[in-house]
Nanobody, 126 residues
Framework: QLQLVESGGDTVQPGGSLRLSCAAS????????IGWFRQGPGNEREGISG??????????YYDRSVSGRFLISRDNTKRMVFLQMNNLRSEDTGVYIC?????????????????WGQGTQVTVSS
């Protein structure tokens, strides 16, 4: 059974950067697409970024609100996926959650994903 644990959340000032990590255990990560989702205060969970599983051509997806500022990457040997977040804004505040879909494309709709972490808090505030 795949288990996911996020880390790296913190409080930063606007314009700052953070690198979130999603660590997998229980099975190999290579055949899973990984998505990052964000749930801000009073908001629904939204897809932020996704990366396809290793059994297909590598594709990346970003919500328009983070495109050009966030970068998703994966290291299958370490069973980890990363989300580099630059030029953070107050509206980026929220709980960031990683999720996995077996042999998936990495699309940003949450209904595709079967395994979820607990999330890590990111707060952007001056």
């Amino acid at each position: 059974q795949l288990q996911l644990v996020e880390s790296g959340g913190d409080t930063v000032q606007p314009g700052g950067s953070l690198r979130l990590s999603c660590a997998a255990s229980g099975t190999s990560l290579e055949n899973y697409a990984i998505g990052w989702f964000r749930q801000g205060p009073g908001n629904e969970r939204e897809g932020i970024s996704g990366i396809s599983s290793g059994d297909r051509a590598e594709n990346f997806y970003y919500d328009r609100s983070v495109s050009g500022r966030f970068l998703i990457s994966r290291d299958n040997t370490k069973r980890m996926v990363f989300l580099q977040m630059n030029n953070l804004r107050s509206e980026d505040t929220g709980v960031y959650i990683c999720a996995a879909e077996h042999r998936g494309p990495g699309f940003l709709n949450s209904g595709r994903y079967d395994f979820w972490g607990q999330g890590t808090q990111v707060t952007v505030s001056s």
